[in-house]
């Protein structure tokens, strides 16, 4: 059975920063492309930031610059930093794994997490 277990949401002010982390067990992890999407409420997933098995990144635009992906093998990890977080970053941040590289990924989710809140207030 596959786990995904994220932590590390929580409040924050605009302009600071949270660091995400997700443990993975139960698949391949090398297999996999890793990736993070968020939801806020009443809206749809969206894509932030992908990682491939061979350590490509991919980011949405909107956040180029101020959110770093990144996977730590040895552990199973999956972690994205989150630097100058905005009001609009607000909402539930799920980690995924994804036989898919790129933004895409978000349409071909083999499994993901119960989620992590964020409340960025201004």
């Known amino acids: 059975q596959v786990h995904m277990v994220e932590s590390g949401g929580g409040k924050a002010q605009a302009g600071g920063s949270l660091t995400l982390s997700c443990t993975v067990s139960?698949?391949?992890?090398?297999?996999?492309?890793m990736g993070w999407f968020r939801q806020a409420p009443g809206a749809e997933r969206e894509a932030i930031s992908c990682?491939?098995?061979?350590?490509?990144?991919v980011y949405a635009d909107h956040v180029k610059g101020r959110f770093t992906i990144s996977r730590d093998t040895a552990k199973n990890t999956l972690h994205l930093q989150m630097n100058n977080l905005k009001p609009e970053d607000t909402g539930s941040y799920y980690c995924a794994a994804s036989l898919v590289y790129g933004l895409s990924f978000i349409k071909n989710l083999d499994a993901w997490g119960q989620g992590t809140l964020v409340n960025v207030s201004s």
């Open positions: 139960g698949l391949a992890f090398d297999d996999y492309a």
């Open positions: 990682i491939s098995w061979n350590g490509r990144t």
